[in-house]
């Protein structure tokens, strides 16, 4: 269902016990600054309009794929199979495991809080938070992982373009941040004034200052 891309530091010692930074998309390039304090991995799935989204709905773009819903089984790949593997191989600090992505990775991060307790930090950067029905799962589920540290970003312009659901992205994005506030108490809530795809350089450069202080 994905791939994987595995970066150790350059003085890996069994010895220490490394923070693991799992990240969707597998964009591990972003997170350099972090490369030689943290085990890397990056996830790179196959399809990632089905291994992103928890259920399925029709695409924005006639012309594309509809959204597969197949969220779950990603997830229980990544912290059911995988993430064993890793803890088995490498020499990983439990207590500093991190979870993230942008877009739907990100919007799949969050969901994440509602399944599974693997990870202690969880980030979002651009969390695709419009997606059909999102918002008022968040609301009428209960989170498991309510002792997560978790790092929001969203941009006050993402979908000023768009005539469709996109055009909500905003206003959705504001409630999640409130909603999920309300109820964890470690959470870092950013809405900076960028579209979704501007500043995509400088929104990792304030997420790894963040991670550096969760990772300590």
Request: hydrophobic content about 35%.
């Amino acid at each position: 269902m994905f791939d994987t891309k595995i970066s150790l530091p350059d003085n890996y010692n069994e010895e220490n016990r490394y923070p693991l930074i799992l990240l969707n998309d597998g964009e591990i390039n972003y997170l350099e600054n972090l490369k030689e304090t943290a085990i890397l991995v990056g996830l790179i799935p196959q399809n990632r309009l089905d291994a992103f989204t928890p259920w399925k709905a029709s695409n924005l773009k006639p012309s594309m794929p509809d959204f597969g819903g197949k969220l779950d089984e990603y997830h229980n790949q990544v912290f059911e199979h995988l993430l064993p593997e890793l803890l088995c191989n490498y020499s990983i600090d439990e207590s500093k495991i991190a979870y993230g992505g942008y877009s739907l990775g990100g919007l799949a991060a969050v969901y994440s809080l509602y399944s599974t307790t693997a990870p202690s930090i969880i980030f979002s950067l651009c969390g695709s938070f419009w997606y059909p029905q999102f918002l008022d799962y968040c609301e009428s589920n209960t989170i498991l992982n309510t002792k997560a540290a978790l790092y929001l970003q969203n941009g006050k312009a993402e979908g000023s373009k768009h005539n469709d659901i996109l055009s909500n992205a905003p206003i959705l994005s504001a409630k999640l941040h409130k909603l999920l506030s309300d109820k964890l108490d470690k959470v870092t809530s950013v809405l900076d004034e960028y579209g979704h795809h501007e500043n995509i350089a400088g929104r990792y450069e304030n997420l790894i200052e963040w991670l550096k202080e969760n990772l300590k």
